[in-house]
């Protein structure tokens, strides 16, 4: 990933893209700060999928950013924001939809033969160790209790 990004900074400086190129090394230095932090607590680094949970939470931010900006009219900042914000977009894994969330958490329940409410927890574990990054767990936490509540065996 840390490659990808780099690949893509050189690219957005040979093309004289200054957007991309600072929103770029923005994300590589927040990669390296949280490396750094890692190896002084005697870890090797950090693992693609930190490096989502920080890229979604520079998306909210940007997103939050954007949305105040048009509420007070400044659309230029606006727009800036929405602009980093897809350029953030394009190292992240692709999110599912409702009807392939819904989908995949039928398949799941069926998978891991789950009865009621009392396997939720089973359900999410096999939903996070499967599809890390790929869904929203929040979302898919309350489709497997739609889906466990209509099933027998609840307790």
């Given at each position: 990933?840390?490659?990808?990004?780099?690949?893509?900074?050189?690219?957005?400086?040979?093309?004289?893209?200054?957007?991309?190129?600072?929103?770029?090394?923005l994300?590589?230095t927040?990669?390296k700060?949280?490396?750094?932090?890692?190896r002084?607590?005697?870890?090797d680094g950090?693992?693609?999928?930190e490096?989502?949970q920080?890229?979604?939470?520079?998306?909210?931010?940007?997103?939050?950013?954007?949305?105040a900006?048009?509420e007070?009219?400044?659309?230029e900042l606006?727009?800036q924001e929405?602009?980093?914000?897809?350029?953030?977009?394009?190292f992240?894994?692709?999110?599912m939809?409702?009807?392939?969330?819904?989908?995949?958490?039928?398949?799941?329940?069926?998978d891991?033969?789950a009865?009621g409410?009392?396997d939720?927890?089973r359900?999410?574990?096999?939903?996070?160790?499967?599809y890390?990054g790929?869904?929203?767990?929040?979302q898919a936490?309350?489709?497997?209790?739609?889906?466990?509540r209509?099933?027998?065996?609840d307790?």
């Amino acid at each position: 990933m840390r490659d990808d990004i780099s690949a893509s900074l050189k690219d957005a400086l040979e093309a004289g893209d200054k957007r991309r190129a600072a929103t770029l090394r923005l994300i590589l230095t927040a990669i390296k700060d949280r490396e750094a932090a890692a190896r002084d607590c005697g870890r090797d680094g950090i693992t693609d999928e930190e490096v989502h949970q920080f890229l979604k939470r520079m998306l909210a931010q940007r997103e939050e950013s954007r949305q105040a900006y048009e509420e007070a009219g400044q659309v230029e900042l606006a727009v800036q924001e929405e602009e980093e914000s897809q350029i953030i977009r394009e190292f992240l894994p692709r999110q599912m939809g409702e009807d392939e969330m819904r989908r995949i958490c039928a398949e799941t329940i069926a998978d891991i033969e789950a009865q009621g409410l009392r396997d939720i927890g089973r359900c999410m574990n096999s939903l996070k160790e499967r599809y890390p990054g790929q869904m929203d767990f929040v979302q898919a936490s309350c489709l497997v209790k739609d889906l466990l509540r209509t099933r027998p065996g609840d307790s």
